[in-house]
């Protein structure tokens, strides 16, 4: 295979797969051709290679019933004649003759000799048909007497030259010669023995007629084409049909096949299926060769119907295919191209439906989807409006704050002053940040400015302790994660201790994580509340933001989640050594970036 062919292979396929890939129609629609045609395919295949070989084991079934019977019959037409030479052998005039026991006179020689030839007539006149000589031969006297086509013959014979089959007497069992090449006729013959001393006395033999056998292989013939041969021991075609018809190249392969498996009755080869039966007590064999082309020829109706057919039902399973494709995908394109139109023209598409399966439930979810959508912006219009509002009263708030601390300063109140600041500044910081990302230094400022007006409320009772990873100060990190953490301190820690009250700020960085450890003296948490606090904060982020228990921590938590994943977030460590709270923020470091 070239490389242009392997291009154009490589080439062809991506572009079947594209064109199937690029819709959910054309993908269900190959799925149902393949689930429908596929078993049409092989259905029809199956039937096909069925009747095939139903139709080898009808013909395997009836030949080999056939060609058994048929040798039954050609044994028992030789069996026939080996009859007839047992008549003549077993005649007690002919073997006391042949022994040489009978007077010798001139006489006595020539009745003998007449009885012998009346003897050969009586056998060969009824069975003319069957053969056409009879010789019996006298090893003593070194002839043979004949019936030759009803002419009789008395033939002596030179030492050292006796013909067949005459030399090749002294077998105890029924003999065949056949020629090498076809021929009308065939020897059979025995020999006679001595009853003393078993020497040979002489022989029998019969020229049979081939035609003989014809009809019984003309009922072999079921088959137009079928070749009927007779074949001796070595393999050789003595006789056939006078009709029949083979080239040597069949007649080798039929003989190939059967040297090879000659214990087998049936042989099939690529070019025929054969069939034999021994016959004469294995000195020969019927053969029957079918070509393997009469088989498929007698196939080929059923073949071409199961084509036609398996053709048909293709059709229609593509047709259907086809059908339900469009019927099961045409719902699916009407909800893709009415969320397609919404997405292009931002224009709201209902789509109104009276189906009650999933198609129709993802129709109806569409329509409640989209009539949300419509409520959730009316909502944000009305939350915009109202934080628009909402600003206001934070900047007049800081405006006027400033004008306070103006008037602490012409009053000579530095504290007042101080204070005002410190307030003004942690407005600013929630007011003027535009991103949700600060540094570590920013939010670090904002906490300690709320320990500043703490530490006021307080008169002093609040320690603040910062240790802070220089490494680490420019680290991003979402706003006002911190200060809540803190107050939490003083809302749920401080109120109950009457010491001092300690906040401790440590920042580590170790490579690419970041660590806050805030810790306070407070009352502190129990065990079983710090295991509640802890499995809360594993939580699904958006069941955080709506609850209200704990929701400062929590939607911290949720927060650093949502930025960053679950690797990140709060987790809350009871102060083994006195009392208090331990909160631990788990951070990736990023460099701010403005």
């Known amino acids: 295979m070239t490389n242009h062919i392997k291009n154009k292979l490589i080439s062809s396929s991506i572009s079947f797969i594209e064109y199937f890939s690029s819709s959910i129609k054309k993908k269900l629609m190959l799925m149902m051709m393949l689930i429908t045609c596929i078993p049409v395919i092989a ?76 003897k050969l007539q009586l056998v060969y006149l009824p069975n003319l048909s069957f053969f056409d000589e009879i010789s019996l031969y006298s090893s003593y006297e070194n002839k043979s007497y004949s019936m030759i086509n009803g002419d009789s013959r008395i033939t ?74 007779i074949m001796d021991q070595a393999g050789r ?121 999933e198609i129709g439930w993802l129709e109806q979810k569409y329509s409640e989807m989209i009539r949300a959508r419509y409520s959730i912006y009316i909502e944000k219009r009305n939350a915009q409006f109202k934080a628009l509002q909402a600003q206001i009263n934070p900047h007049f708030l800081h405006n006027t704050l400033q004008s306070v601390g103006a008037m602490a300063v012409s009053k000579n109140v530095p504290e007042i002053y101080q204070i005002i600041q410190t307030i003004s500044s942690n407005f600013r910081y929630t007011m003027s940040t535009g991103n949700d990302f600060v540094t570590l230094t920013q939010e670090l400022e904002h906490v300690d400015n709320y320990l500043k007006i703490q530490n006021f409320r307080f ?77 809360r904060l594993l939580e699904d982020p958006g069941d955080v933001i709506v609850s209200t228990d704990n929701m400062a921590l929590r939607n911290i938590n949720a927060r650093i989640g949502i930025h960053f994943g679950r690797p990140y977030g709060l987790m809350i460590v009871a102060n083994s050594e006195r009392q208090g709270t331990i909160v631990i923020v788990t951070l990736p470091y990023i460099q701010y970036n403005e």
């Open 459 to 535: 008169r002093d009772k609040v320690e603040k302790h910062f240790y802070i990873d220089k490494t680490a100060r420019n680290a991003s990190l979402p706003i006002l994660i911190l200060q809540p953490i803190v107050e939490n301190a003083f809302e749920h820690g401080f109120p109950y201790t009457k010491a001092p009250w300690i906040i401790r700020i440590d920042v580590a960085r170790q490579a690419d994580k970041i660590w806050i450890i805030i810790e306070d003296n407070g009352i502190g948490i129990s065990p079983e509340r710090q295991e509640e606090i802890n499995k």
């Open 156 to 229: 002596s014979y030179s030492s050292g030259s006796l013909p067949l089959p005459w030399g090749r007497l002294g077998n105890t069992k029924l003999t065949f010669h056949m020629e090498g090449q076809p021929s009308p006729h065939f020897l059979m013959y025995r020999t006679m023995f001595k009853f003393i001393d078993k020497s040979v006395l002489g022989g029998v033999s019969i020229s049979v007629n081939w035609s003989m056998l014809d009809p019984i292989l003309q009922s072999m013939r079921s088959e137009k084409e079928s070749l009927i041969l």
């Open 43 to 118: 259905v029809t295949i199956v039937a096909i290679s069925e009747s095939r070989r139903n139709l080898e084991a009808e013909i395997r079934t009836s030949n080999q019933s056939n060609i058994e019977w048929s040798g039954k019959f050609v044994d028992e037409k030789l069996d026939m004649l080996d009859k007839l030479m047992f008549s003549v052998m077993a005649d007690l005039t002919i073997t006391r003759y042949l022994e040489g026991d009978l007077e010798a006179n001139l006489q006595s020689k020539y009745m003998n000799q007449s009885y012998i030839l009346n």
């Open 237 to 357: 075609v003595v006789h056939s049909l006078p009709e029949s018809d083979y080239d040597a190249l069949e007649l080798q392969s039929i003989q190939t096949a059967l040297s090879s498996e000659t214990s087998d009755t049936f042989v099939k080869t690529n070019t025929h299926y054969i069939f034999q039966q021994p016959v004469g007590n294995g000195n020969m064999r019927l053969v029957k060769a079918i070509p393997t082309r009469v088989v498929l020829e007698s196939n080929r109706g059923t073949f071409w119907f199961s084509v036609c057919l398996g053709i048909g039902l293709l059709f229609i399973s593509l047709a259907a295919s086809v059908m339900l494709a469009n019927k099961a995908t045409n719902p699916i394109l009407k909800l893709a191209r009415a969320i397609s139109f919404t997405a292009e023209s931002n224009h709201d598409g209902y789509i109104e439906t009276t189906r009650n399966d």
